[in-house]
């Protein structure tokens, strides 16, 4: 294999990638790497700006779809367009993803529980009953078929579960269990499914504040292992590995990319 180009001839959807956080920065990544892309988002001017700064930098098709993925009547019609034009989805990352504000999970009002939800969990899983069954079938893809990575957070973990987004931190809960749910159900088919957890990184969700995101990390009590604030970059090298040869006997993880954010929450 070209381990260059070690995605060509095959598909990554990306949803959520119409901003210039985590989304577009893994499309340009795989792109990088010769897959073709789809790019999905309710965005479309930012859907857009993604397409365009794909198409000027690397030689690969990119197709947008706009779509809200907690609407399975458009996520069904996403399906139908990405089979239209391309014949598999060997990637499929599940990143689109909202906050729920600051408040703590009871003191959370019930639109905002629901709308947190919908995208987050429900989301995710719309998506992902609308490809699989495509994608088990891709035999021409060998010994993996096809894989999914979902974007959760630190704060659906453990370590991580974060009273200042309630909601939030349960909605990244739920997604990281569907991860190991579906290693378990998709693994006899040979499709990998992997979470990556970021911590606090710099990117639209918190504005692309640096000082925001230091006051989070006070609230917190933490100061950060590795002393820099992470950014989405990070995140795609990541996602990237799950992507590659190199990650094809990990299934059912969740990745925690958080400079060690966790492992220090009031202890330092
Ligand atoms: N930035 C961080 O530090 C951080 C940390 C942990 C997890 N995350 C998660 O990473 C993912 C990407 O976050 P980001 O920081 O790049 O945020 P972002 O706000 O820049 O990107 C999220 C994108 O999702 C899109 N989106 C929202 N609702 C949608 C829907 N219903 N259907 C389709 N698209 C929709 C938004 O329009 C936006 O373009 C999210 O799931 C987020 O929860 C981010």
Redesign the pocket.
């Known amino acids: 294999m070209n381990y260059e180009k070690f995605l060509e001839g095959r598909v990554a959807l990306i949803?959520?990638?119409?901003?210039?956080?985590?989304?577009r920065e893994m499309a340009k990544s795989f792109a990088s790497k010769g897959a073709d892309i789809v790019i999905?988002?309710?965005?479309l001017e930012?859907l857009r700006e993604t397409q365009e700064i794909i198409l000027n930098e690397f030689n690969v098709e990119v197709l947008i779809v706009k779509?809200?993925?907690?609407?399975s009547i458009e996520v069904k019609e996403m399906a139908d367009q990405v089979f239209k034009k391309f014949d598999n989805v060997f990637l499929l990352v599940n990143?689109?993803?909202?906050?729920s504000g600051l408040y703590t999970s009871l003191k959370t009002k019930e639109e905002i529980y629901d709308k947190v939800m919908?995208?987050?969990a429900k989301?995710a899983w719309n998506v992902t009953k609308f490809f699989f069954r495509r994608m088990k079938r891709q035999k021409q893809f060998k010994p993996i078929v096809g894989k999914i990575i979902n974007?959760?957070?630190?704060?659906g973990t453990d370590n991580g579960f974060n009273p200042f987004f309630g909601v939030?931190s349960a909605s990244?809960a739920t997604l990281i269990a569907f991860t190991k749910l579906w290693a378990l159900e998709l693994g006899s088919s040979n499709i990998t499914v992997n979470a990556i957890?970021?911590?606090?990184?710099?990117?639209?969700?918190?504005n692309n504040d640096p000082k925001l995101?230091k006051m989070l990390l006070k609230t917190r009590g933490v100061k950060l292992p590795i002393d820099r604030i992470?950014e989405?970059k990070d995140?795609a090298d990541v996602a990237l590995f799950l992507a590659s040869p190199a990650a094809d006997y990990i299934t059912g993880q969740n990745v925690i990319l958080d400079g060690g954010m966790t492992i220090s929450i009031n202890k330092l």
């Open positions: 949803t959520g990638a119409g901003s210039s956080g985590f989304g999905n988002d309710i965005n930012g779509a809200d993925i907690s609407n990143n689109a993803g909202i906050d919908a995208v987050n989301g974007i959760a957070s630190c704060a939030y990244k957890s970021p911590g606090v990184l710099l990117t639209p969700i918190y995101i992470g989405a995140v």
